[in-house]
């Protein structure tokens, strides 16, 4: 049985139709959710762009939060009517990876992610008889979607769902880097290349970690004081001299922790470059392919005993972070209420996409 739900459909990169589609009820295991709030993330606009590769057609769309209206068989733990946070990476909690600590490689997770499909191959939507693909399993520039229930998790109702939707990427991203993945620690300096919608948040987990220093880095003036009300102290804009001016900044040691989220060769580099010797440098970013981690090995990692690491998603755990995450907004911790810059409706999705390729101010939010 399917119904039918608005979504913006990418059937070409650049082109984006809003149309009514078929969607499936929920298969055993899944669940249907009506979608409240999308936030506009830097990584739609690349697959939008063509950077990012994706299977086409395919409805964008994986930072969102809604309220379930249908149950699949096989579903404990969420009802009918329950408010949710949507997941880009569905953990299914059982395999490797998921038993071993590390449940971002999820075995069943990251390839539907990667596919833009449930964990059988397979997608909810269709137009015109065709299959369409649901970007990071979801595809939440829609009315409507399913999606596997491990890829929902329940909040509170009482959160405004505007800024519970920037839990899902956004948030859960920035702040799992600075918390999970380098594991910032009090007292310690940080720089964070890149303050847009993950950044930001990667300076709001370490500030609530306890840092010193934490250094923001962008070449947007409204984009550095945002970081400023999140708990960067220092602001700088990236010129020529930039690695030297933050070790400036750090006694002439460097950062202890380089957190990269603006996805360019540039920054990489500098990320690498301005970590101290020992310090822990991470890629957080998701640049083309044409960007590459280029060092040498012993003068630049085994006589400095720098550690360069990527950051998927965070390192989140999914179902215990969002909670963390739901503490720390109720308790104040974690800002969000100066994030959401513009509201747009599911038709003008075009002029959401062109608001985040400006690279100004926070984030989009798009409400079917």
């Given at each position: 049985m399917t119904i039918k739900v608005k979504a913006a459909v990418m059937?070409?990169?650049?082109?984006?139709?809003?149309?009514?589609?078929?969607?499936?009820?929920?298969?055993?295991?899944?669940?249907?959710?009506?979608?409240?709030?999308?936030?506009?993330?830097?990584?739609?606009?690349?697959?939008?762009?063509?950077?990012?590769?994706?299977?086409?057609?395919?409805?964008?769309?994986?930072?969102?939060?809604?309220?379930?209206?249908?149950?699949?068989?096989?579903?404990?733990?969420?009802?009918?009517?329950?408010?949710?946070?949507?997941?880009?990476?569905?953990?299914?909690?059982?395999?490797?990876?998921?038993?071993h600590g590390q449940p971002v490689l999820c075995e069943s997770g990251q390839p539907s992610m990667l596919?833009?499909?449930?964990?059988?191959?397979?997608?909810?939507?269709?137009?015109?008889?065709?299959?369409?693909?649901?970007?990071?399993?979801?595809?939440?520039?829609?009315?409507?979607?399913?999606?596997?229930?491990?890829?929902?998790?329940?909040?509170?109702?009482?959160?405004?769902?505007?800024?519970?939707?920037?839990?899902?990427?956004?948030?859960?991203?920035?702040?799992?880097?600075?918390?999970?993945?380098a594991k910032v620690t009090v007292g310690e300096t940080v720089a964070v290349l890149g303050c847009g919608g993950v950044g930001l948040h990667a300076i709001q987990g370490a500030r609530i970690s306890g840092a010193s220093t934490i250094i923001a880095i962008d070449p947007v003036e409204d984009r550095l004081e945002l970081a400023r009300t999140l708990g960067a102290t220092h602001l700088v804009t990236p010129s020529k001299g930039l690695v030297e001016k933050i070790r400036e900044l750090t006694e002439g040691r460097g950062v202890d922790v380089a957190l990269e989220v603006a996805g360019r060769q540039q920054s990489i580099d500098d990320a690498i470059r301005m970590t101290r010797r020992g310090g822990r440098a991470v890629i957080v970013s998701a640049p083309g392919k044409d960007v590459v981690v280029n060092i040498p090995a012993f003068g630049g990692l085994v006589l400095t005993e720098k550690t360069i690491r990527g950051s998927l998603y965070g390192s989140a755990h999914v179902r215990r972070d969002v909670g963390r995450l739901v503490d720390l907004l109720q308790s104040g911790q974690l800002r969000l209420d100066n994030l959401v810059s513009l509201t747009y409706p599911l038709e003008a999705i075009d002029e959401a996409m062109a608001h985040c390729a400006t690279e100004h101010g926070g984030r989009a939010i798009v409400r079917p």
């Open positions: 059937v070409h990169a650049r082109e984006i139709q809003v149309e009514l589609i078929d969607l499936e009820e929920p298969h055993a295991n899944e669940v249907m959710v009506e979608i409240a709030a999308t936030g506009v993330c830097h990584s739609d606009l690349s697959v939008y762009q063509g950077v990012l590769p994706t299977p086409l057609p395919v409805v964008l769309g994986h930072e969102s939060a809604g309220v379930i209206v249908g149950i699949g068989s096989n579903v404990s733990g969420l009802d009918v009517g329950d408010t949710v946070v949507l997941s880009l990476l569905a953990q299914c909690g059982s395999c490797f990876y998921c038993t596919r833009g499909t449930m964990a059988d191959g397979t997608t909810r939507f269709a137009w015109n008889g065709t299959p369409v693909f649901q970007m990071a399993g979801l595809g939440t520039f829609a009315q409507r979607v399913v999606v596997p229930a491990t890829a929902v998790v329940r909040i509170p109702s009482t959160l405004p769902l505007d800024q519970a939707a920037l839990l899902g990427c956004g948030v859960m991203t920035g702040w799992g880097a600075a918390v999970n993945t």
